[in-house]
């Protein structure tokens, strides 16, 4: 079984300041891991994905994700916050084949200030 | 490419009534999910179809809650009767058809159906 926990389910950065999402999981065999980002009133998209090889993984708008397995992390990370990057982020881990259903942690809504 | 498309976008209804939900998904995927996210929670899988046929249904409430996917392509998600903690947004997802042992294929997500029950 797999499942998802986000630290922190508010985070508020300057505009330019680092921006950081935690993001821990529990499975028990390999996990495919994903991070997805909601804006108000649309569906998810996905930002990165980590399935098997690199496990520094570049997604989309300059986002990046390290698979840290002795830690069960996947940490989302962005040098340089943007006035466009408050969302709602959702990290998923799901099994690791097409069969197994993603599940979605609870969600950090991050907040820029300008 | 068109996205996946869901109706209606806002729903209100009271406690005990009906609703139905649509979902038409990207031309050409074979898989549909349909999600319930409560407020401040992650999406919650229902429902998993792959073309006509359920994949995974054990987290649907089936004593209230269907769904069917005819001729493979739209869905439709149903709630009879509502409850108030029915009250969430459903997101409708598709990929394309996994096969055994392939790897992952992206999801996408249509912009949810949100639920008010009273």
């Known amino acids: 079984a797999q499942s998802v926990t986000q630290l922190g389910s508010h985070v508020s950065v300057s505009e330019g300041a680092l921006v950081l999402l935690r993001c821990n999981y529990s499975?028990?065999?390999?996990?495919?891991l994903f991070w997805y980002v909601q804006y108000p009133n649309q569906g998810l998209q996905l930002l990165l994905k980590?399935?098997?090889?690199?496990?520094l993984v570049k997604g989309i708008n300059g986002f990046e994700a390290e698979f840290k397995k002795s830690e069960t992390s996947f940490h989302l990370t962005k040098p340089s916050a943007h006035m466009s990057d408050a969302a709602e982020y959702f990290c998923?881990?799901?099994?690791?084949?097409?069969?197994?259903?993603?599940?979605f942690g609870p969600g950090t809504s991050l907040s820029v200030i300008p | 490419e068109a996205g996946v498309a869901q109706s209606p976008r806002y729903k209100i209804i009271e406690k005990r009534q009906s609703v139905a939900f649509w979902c038409n998904p990207i031309?050409?995927?074979?898989?549909l999910y349909w999600y319930q996210q409560i407020l401040g929670q992650g999406p919650k899988l229902l429902i998993q179809?792959?073309?006509?046929?359920?994949?995974?249904d054990s987290q649907l409430p089936k004593d209230r809650f269907s769904a069917e996917r005819l001729k493979g392509v739209d869905s439709t998600l149903k709630i009879q009767p509502a409850k108030l903690e029915d009250s969430a947004v459903y997101l409708c997802?598709?990929?394309?058809?996994?096969?055994?042992?392939?790897?992952?294929?992206?999801?996408?997500f249509g912009p949810g159906t949100r639920l008010t029950v009273l």
């Open positions: 997802a598709s990929s394309q058809e996994w096969l055994a042992g392939s790897s992952y294929n992206e999801q996408f």
């Open positions: 499975s028990s065999v390999p996990p495919y």
């Open positions: 980590y399935t098997t090889g690199a496990t």
């Open positions: 998923a881990v799901s099994g690791g084949t097409s069969y197994d259903k993603v599940i």
């Open positions: 031309s050409g995927h074979a898989t």
């Open positions: 179809f792959q073309n006509n046929g359920v994949v995974d």
